[in-house]
């Protein structure tokens, strides 16, 4: 027991301190009785883990240093001296796929006569879910980490994967976390824009739909699911993918990097769509190169708007616990790895969360081998190991308990985080732990222009035609309180204050909506048939009857702009098409759009709106009809008689614009 004890003062400082911090708690087994056996026991960890892809999010030269701390402290101080755990790697290969090295990284240490009692990785999912036929057989138990999708990609329920153990994170937990938030605040409608070229994000988008489809029809019912990919996207894309969320969501689910995330909500900002009136959601789970850090500050020409832009974005994080000897513990992971693994962590580069969950999945394996060693149980028995590393909360060294639930996934806390206005980072408003179950409010969401998150639909409807924008007035009296005469003409009154009333706030409505400019083929009544004209794609109307427009009778119907006429909102409207599939509504059309519609002159022919096709080309232009005709008609018509001097003055008006 002395010379047990004695070994604390070996290795460095910051191990040390950790062995005399932790050995009383994490460890009553050195200071009590022992177990006696006659013969050593080594268990073999076969470590088959994915490296030199910085593109993927685990890579065995980062966690490698973690790793061999972990081990060091586990036959060290955790287990018993007849008790070692002897660590075996292979290399996972650089790619997250199915039928990668795993399957023959097994099978070469069975050759070599390696008898694993405990497999550690692979990260990729895929290559778990091969890996884990193999182990069933034989039995034995695999850590993931993270494995992160394995129930999506195998299409297996949790439960049918008993041997699994996941320290990390899973696409379940934090799809739960998501589900979780939209009920707190009554959302039901949601938009999910995904990168595809992003495995992750791409990856948890259908995880997190599967989840609606499985467990929530409400929301799945009106969600929707839009892809894209970032290395073919172009400002159009960003802008129709946020028109078409537009549409029928206020809940805008962004799963792509922070890169990709900043851009799409500075063209959020362009379009007015960070008001107050959306909330947007991203994923970071850790601070990690892999998806970059959620910030507005880019020192570029857009970090103001990005700022401004980014007071809409909520982002959804695993929430950071670490105690006062991480520091060390991360300068240490630093120095090994550079001296050992020839890996170089960058200036601001961290040992981040995927790191730390190897070194945890070592603790927590080396504190069950103890438990199951304590109680006279069979420390080979793969089966009874991973039963005894489900639904346990063993201490890590690190400051924070190792929590697994019944499934043997990582039960976590999560923070859900806003930009802060004097601080410009995003700090925790919300933090979630499943494992005790508790919701800590640190703060008050504040969004742009109001205390607390937008409701879940506008008040006037996603289209803006909700029946709650017209006014509704109502008043009573009570009974014989008031003459007849007097209530008539308080009835007249207040239906004219309700009349008037309306128009202001349909007035109001119509100036404020972001999307006034958009008209339903549905809301246009034509009053003619539509034919195209064989010079310039513009439709050709019918007949309409003076009582309607006093317009004069033209060939082709030149007098109404090149159109055709059509009833909107009860009044006559020129209807022109636009060349197919040509324009959509970007950022730049919609500023010149709300620029134009501030210009009224009876010479001028105003427009009135745009009507979209399926596909959110712009297909028709709808302006006022022209019932004076147009300079057409006053051009062609060869009974209006123009001097030169008069035709001078037109073609200089027009050339000057």
Known sequence: MLQRVARLSAGPAWFARLQILTIATLCPQVFGKETKVNNNTTLNMCSVIERGNINLVYNYRRAAAAIDMALEFANEILLPP????????KDGGDICAADNKAIGSAIEWVKEGVNCNIYLGPGCDRSVADL?????????????????????NTQLLRKNLPLLIRPAYTFTDVSRLIIRFLDMFNYTHTTVIADEDNKFYYEFGDSLAQRYRRDRRDLYKTAKILLF?????TETTFEMLLFDASRQSRVILLFANATIVRNIMLHAYGLGMTEGEYVYVAVELFRSNYWGEFTWKYDDTSDRDAQLALRSLAVIALYENHNQFFAEFAKEVRKRS?????????????????VTSFYDAVVLYAQTLVQIHRLGGNIKNGSVMADSMRNASVPSPLGYAINMDVDGDRSHAYSVKQLSLVTGKFE?????????????????FKWPGRVGLPPDVPPCGFDGTAVSCIADMRFGSEPGAIAGLTVGVLFAALSIAAVFAGWIMRKKKKE??????????EELQYLGERNKSKNNKVLQ???ITRSETQVSKSRNCSSYASGVIAKYNGLPVCVVELPNKTY??????IRELNQVRTINHPNLHRIIGVGLDNENYCELMVGDVCTKGTLDNVMENEMIKLDWYTLHCIFIIIFLG
């Open 512 to 521: 404020m909506d972001p999307y006034w400019w958009r008209i339903r083929q």
């Open 132 to 152: 884990y036929r193999f182990a069933a057989h034989q039995e034995v138990p695999i850590i993931g980490c993270p494995a992160a999708n394995v129930v999506g």
């Open 82 to 89: 007849e008790i070692q755990i002897a660590f075996h790697y």
């Open 428 to 444: 925790d408003i919300l933090r979630i732990n499943y494992h005790n179950n508790e919701e800590i409010w640190y703060g008050q």
């Open 584 to 589: 959509k509504p970007t950022a730049s059309l």
């Open 229 to 233: 990919r970032s290395n073919e996207a």
């Open 541 to 543: 109307s019918g007949s």
């Open 338 to 354: 550079r001296q050992k693994y020839d890996y170089l962590y960058g200036q601001f580069e961290e040992v981040d969360f995927i």
